[in-house]
Every structure is written in structure tokens, then in C-alpha cells.
């Protein structure tokens, strides 16, 4: 969708697609003024802030128009050449679930030598992780601040001896029931097998709805030598009963040493939070080239948020490896919609406020620069929450498109690095090195303590290729142990997504 030969510096506005009806504004744009699109030029009629749209021809009342070569909404009043194209004259077309045609296998993954490596820690099941932390994981929201506690305190008694202890906080795991209960239990499980963690302190209290006993057995993989547990109740001093538990993991973890790894071993989760006009045409679309280049050498990427693929959810299932995976992918999509649908809200609820304000209109706009993160690869596997990805290709992941909930999906779901894109920027971080990748050098200057990578300076000047060479060695960098911004601020964080009634 977004032209692989991307060359705007010193435009002042890009058409992404040859048939698009809009242009992207990448400065603002002043009434009068006389702006080159390709081989044309056309007159601003009124103010267009920067990352909005600015129409390239006149677009009669009730018309399609098109963005990223595809639709992205209708017309809901006449708009003539160089006005500003936005909520005011716009509307989504989205409605509810939709039928989905199989018309043939993308195939296989495309697998490319590459000579690039990272230096990871290999686990005993032959994944590999990109750190070597221990991490703190409570079965129920009541014991969250005696996992805090126990890692505060172990953090400072063993320090140096492993990358890092961490506990992650949630206040779920009780008064649940059914698929509640069990959705919070899988997430958990997952993120106990997450290969970032070289160990796993699991407390309980004793008496709550999500019991120890069932979430270990739920987890029949897990390596028993690298985990401890108790419960609070059954123990007279539950901090020293995890300081005791840390010592022996400790001892076992700081044994472990980085290997040379090839990048098929890399598993990443690809992942945009307050995106603005400007993601879809620079830091999604550099994504996913990354996303390209690692699926190539046989590793793996994970996409999720998937009420922010609606409407262009056709342009990702096209690319399924068979048919058995094109229909999963198609109900997924669509349960996701009667997920929507039972509670009485539009599918087409979003953009957010945010994303609004930074030149999103629609839905359909939204999940066009959205998908972008999944480059070009073969869709090879589709996972329910929860679930553990298998090896190599690109797997489309159900969860919400809020950013924690989604977040932790993917690493629970076995990634051991993020790439975040964002417009509007954010300081969240999540187990896993969580590098943010901001859509415009604007926000890049303004938060470099948040911003790992500014892929706004594809605006203005360097080449996509360029940046794509420039990301994927931070990105092996960080795998071999350099700390991510979110590292650094200690920002690390869980959310998991509760669908039922509380008891």
C-alpha cells in the first residue's frame, strides 16, 4: 500500500498511493499556497495542519474516497480540490460482520539468507531470549504489592547477578468466572513460559478463584527446575519465603550466558499507540520492512489489535498461507465485531481523540496505516488470546487495541522484543525491551528520555532503506542486551483484558 520508494524530503505533502483522492500534509499547509503532488500542482484552499489530509480533486457528496490505494470512507458533503479533508466531511462505512472469500494460498514465507545474528539466551525448549530476568507473578490482585515488595527488596540484595527481578502487577484473578477465569489464567501462563525469563517466582494467596495448583498445571511446558511458588496463607512470612525462593532461582538464572543466535530465533510483537497522520506513510510502513527482513530469515513477528484492522482486514487475510489459516483469520476478525456488537457498540468506535487530533478520520484510515507493521509477510498462523506462537512467519494475535492489554498479549504470547510505533508518544513499557518508534521528528525532539528511534526523519531526508538498516541493527542491539528506553525509566507494566461479570 504505502510506495516502497518513498522519497518526500522537502515536500510539502505525499500521496501515498497513485489513486489516492487525498494527500498527506507533512508540514501545514497555508491557504493560497501552491504544493506539488507528483507531476501536479494544486492550490491549498484553507488551513491543513500537519499529518491531516488535503483532497487532490474535487470529491462529489456520497463518493468513496480513497487512501493507502483503498477506501477509507465516504463523503458526507461536497469537498473541493485543496480543501481539508477530515470528521467535518467524512464518515466511516463500516458496519457489522462481513463475508470473507478464500481465493488461494500467498504461500510460504520467502526464507533469505542472512548473516545477522544477536546475542540471545537459549532455553532448555529451544526458544530464545533476548533477556535473562526473574519474574514476580501473582496469581490475584491481593498479593500484586508482596510481588512488589519481594522484588524491590531481592532487586537490591542480588544485584548485577541477573539482568533484572521484576513483579507484575494485576488486580484480577478472583471473582472471576468461565472464560474470564480462563483468560486470565492463559495470560499468565504465557507470560510465565515468556523465554525473557531465565526464572519465575509465582505467588498466590490461597484463597481466590484463579488457584495455584491450576494455573501451574496449565502451563505443562514450563522448565519446573526455574520456578518457585507458595501461597501467602499457607506461609508464616511470605516476604521471606520469597526472598528464599529468589535465592535459588538466582543461583540457577546467573549461570546463563548469551550465545550467538541467528535472527530466526527472534520473535518480535509489533505494536502502534497514538498513532497520527504521519504512521501510516513513515514509522508503521518502516516496521514493517523490519517485520519483512526477520520473517525472511525465518523469525517470527507478531501483529494484534484487532479492532484496529477493521476495514483493512481483506489486505492481511489475502496474505494467508492456506486456507485453514484464512478462515480462522476471517472469524477472529469477525468475532471480534459480535464482541463489539453484543454490548450494543458501532464496530467502527474509534479513532481515539488522540488519533483524531493528529489527522486520523475513520476507522478504515486508522487500520490501513495500521497493518502496515505486518510488511508483506505471508500470514502463517492466528492465535486466540493467550495462546503461544509457533515458529517463523507473521501470526495475527486477538486482543483489544488498547495499548496494555495488547501489549502484554503479545509477550505472553512468546515475544521477547516490541517495536511501538507512535504519533503522539507515551512513556509505557512492558516486560519485554519495548522500543518506541515515533512517526515524527517533532515528538522525537520533545521526548528522547520515551523515543527510541525517529522514523520522522524519513521526511526529510534519509532514505527508507536507510532507516530500515538503522532500525534493524537497534533492534539487534537491543536483542543482544542494549536497554531500551523503557529499561532505562523502569517503566514496565502488565494489563489483562477482563470480558466477564464480577462476582
Not at 505525499?14 to 494544486?42: F, I, K, N, T, Y
Not at 457528496?61 to 466531511?89: F, L, M, P
Not at 506461609?235 to 521471606?240: I, K, L, P, R, S
Not at 532461582?249 to 543466535?261: E, W
Request: charged fraction near 20%; include cysteine; charge should be negative.
Amino acid at each position: 500500500m504505502t510506495d516502497p520508494s518513498f522519497r518526500p524530503a522537502g515536500g510539502a505533502c505525499w500521496r501515498v498511493h497513485v489513486d489516492d483522492d487525498v494527500a498527506v500534509a507533512l508540514r501545514v499547509l497555508q491557504p493560497g499556497e501552491r504544493v506539488r503532488v507528483g507531476s501536479s500542482e494544486l492550490t491549498v484552499a484553507e488551513t491543513i495542519p500537519s499529518g491531516h489530509k488535503v483532497a487532490l480533486h474535487q470529491i462529489e457528496c456520497g463518493h468513496d474516497v480513497r487512501k493507502y490505494g483503498w477506501s477509507i470512507g465516504r463523503a458526507t458533503q461536497e469537498i473541493a480540490a485543496g480543501a481539508h479533508v477530515h470528521s467535518h466531511n467524512l464518515a466511516t462505512k463500516l458496519g457489522g460482520v462481513a463475508d470473507y472469500c478464500y481465493e488461494g494460498s500467498a504461500g510460504h514465507p520467502q526464507r533469505s539468507a542472512s548473516e545477522r545474528t544477536f546475542e540471545g539466551y537459549r532455553r532448555a525448549d529451544g526458544r530464545v531470549g533476548t533477556r535473562n530476568e526473574i519474574w514476580i507473578l501473582s496469581t490475584v490482585g491481593c498479593v500484586a504489592r508482596t510481588a512488589t515488595r519481594i522484588a524491590t527488596i531481592g532487586t537490591q540484595r542480588f544485584a548485577g547477578r541477573v539482568d533484572g527481578i521484576h513483579a507484575f502487577a494485576h488486580q484480577f484473578g478472583c471473582s472471576q468466572l468461565g472464560d474470564d477465569l480462563d483468560r486470565t489464567r492463559a495470560l499468565l501462563a504465557g507470560l510465565a513460559r515468556n523465554p525473557n525469563a531465565g526464572g519465575v517466582l509465582i505467588i498466590g494467596l490461597g484463597c481466590e478463584s484463579n488457584q495455584l495448583a491450576a494455573l501451574l498445571d496449565s502451563i505443562p511446558s514450563l522448565d519446573r527446575n526455574r520456578v518457585r511458588s507458595f501461597t501467602a496463607q499457607s506461609t508464616e512470612n511470605e516476604t521471606e519465603a520469597g526472598l528464599q525462593a529468589l535465592e535459588e532461582l538466582v543461583s540457577i538464572v546467573a549461570q546463563d550466558r548469551r550465545v550467538p543466535c541467528p535472527l530466526a530465533d527472534l520473535t518480535i510483537g509489533v505494536k502502534c499507540g497514538g498513532s497520527d497522520g504521519l504512521s501510516g506513510i513513515t514509522a508503521n510502513p518502516l516496521v514493517g520492512r523490519i517485520t519483512d527482513r526477520l520473517t525472511q530469515a525465518g523469525g517470527t513477528a507478531i501483529l494484534s489489535e484487532i479492532p484496529e484492522i477493521f476495514g483493512a482486514e481483506r489486505t492481511l487475510l489475502a496474505r494467508a498461507v492456506d486456507e485453514d489459516v484464512f478462515r480462522q483469520g476471517a472469524a477472529l476478525v469477525n468475532d471480534f465485531k459480535r464482541y463489539y456488537l453484543d454490548a450494543g457498540q458501532p464496530v467502527h468506535e474509534n479513532p481515539s481523540p488522540g488519533n483524531i487530533a493528529g489527522g486520523i478520520t475513520t476507522l478504515e484510515e486508522k487500520s490501513l496505516g495500521a497493518v502496515q507493521k505486518g510488511g508483506r509477510a505471508p500470514l502463517t498462523q492466528v492465535l486466540r488470546y493467550g495462546q503461544q506462537v509457533g515458529h517463523g512467519g507473521l501470526a495475527l494475535l486477538e486482543s483489544p487495541g488498547n495499548d496494555g492489554i495488547s501489549s502484554t498479549a503479545l509477550v505472553a504470547s512468546g515475544a521477547t522484543v516490541l517495536l511501538f510505533t507512535t504519533g503522539r508518544g507515551t512513556p509505557l513499557g512492558f516486560p519485554v525491551p519495548t522500543l518506541k518508534i515515533s512517526s515524527n521528528s517533532t515528538l522525537g525532539a520533545a521526548k528522547p528520555h520515551w523515543i527510541d528511534y525517529d522514523a520522522g526523519r524519513v521526511l526529510s531526508g534519509v532514505s527508507m532503506e536507510a532507516a530500515t538498516e538503522e532500525l534493524l541493527a537497534l533492534v539487534v542491539d537491543t536483542a543482544s542486551g542494549k536497554l531500551a528506553r523503557n529499561e532505562h525509566n523502569d517503566e514496565r507494566e502488565i494489563a489483562i483484558w477482563k470480558g466477564g461479570v464480577t462476582l
